[in-house]
T-cell receptor, first 115, second 114 residues
Framework: GAVVSQHPSWVICKSGTSVKIECRSL??????MFWYRQFPKQSLMLMAT?????????EQGVEKDKFLINHASLTLSTLTVTSAHPEDSSFYIC???????????FGDGTRLSIL | GENVEQHPSTLSVQEGDSAVIKCTYS??????FPWYKQELGKRPQLIID?????GEKKDQRIAVTLNKTAKHFSLHITETQPEDSAVYFC?????????????FGQGTELSVKP
């Protein structure tokens, strides 16, 4: 149980392109999903928290207009990197939890490379 | 807000030995402490967690201990095997008005030598 699917797993695109990443909870309803960014050999940096049906909460220093988050249903959240540039290249991972106090379960991550 | 410190950053052990990774947290109200294992290029996987109403929890070769007074918790892996090699992250929730978001430690790269 507690499977989280993230798609795509790898994206290579040109600078200026917008990229959408999907995060789905397959066997549970996720009231909250989290988006992280991870640089090589570093920890998981929380970018934003999304609750179903409400606006995402962004961490300090994360641009809302750059990283658009939508959590339209209890099983799907999307992260759109708008007008991506090489400095946005990173490993993006989502996680989902059923309710507060429950464990977070992670997706497989998306490796984003902007040329 | 919550601050989580993890040590050591790297740990090398011989197969069969034990490995211990330690984390400290700053928010005394924190009540949930998970440990994740991340293999290279893969997702972090929850391997064990503990809540603040217990001091120790075991699952086969893995155990976690919690000292609420000192605000630290540790991961213990016994009889290590090469497949235990990975990066391990501890985490603690940022609670006050923050919905329990997890704050992660810096990670420990464990290498188990056959």
């Amino acid at each position: 149980g507690a499977v989280v699917s993230q798609h795509p797993s790898w994206v290579i695109c040109k600078s200026g392109t917008s990229v959408k990443i999907e995060c789905r909870s397959l066997d549970f309803q996720a009231t909250t999903m989290f988006w992280y960014r991870q640089f090589p050999k570093q920890s998981l940096m929380l970018m934003a928290t999304s609750n179903e049906g409400s606006k995402a909460t962004y961490e300090q220093g994360v641009e809302k207009d750059k990283f658009l988050i939508n959590h339209a249903s209890l099983t799907l959240s999307t992260l759109t990197v708008t007008s991506a540039h090489p400095e946005d290249s990173s490993f993006y991972i989502c996680s989902a939890r059923e309710s507060r106090g429950q464990p977070q379960h992670f997706g497989d991550g998306t490796r984003l490379s902007i040329l | 807000g919550e601050n989580v410190e993890q040590h050591p950053s790297t740990l090398s052990v011989q197969e069969g030995d034990s490995a211990v990774i330690k984390c400290t947290y700053s928010d005394s109200a924190s009540n949930y402490f998970p440990w994740y294992k991340q293999e290279l290029g893969k997702r972090p996987q929850l391997i064990i967690d503990i809540r603040s109403n217990v001091g120790e929890k075991k699952d086969q070769r893995i155990a976690v201990t919690l000292n609420k007074t000192a605000k630290h918790f540790s991961l213990h892996i016994t009889e290590t095997q090469p497949e235990d090699s990975a990066v391990y992250f501890c985490a603690a929730p940022r609670l006050y008005n923050q919905g329990g978001k997890l704050i992660f430690g810096q990670g420990t790269e464990l290498s188990v030598k056959p």
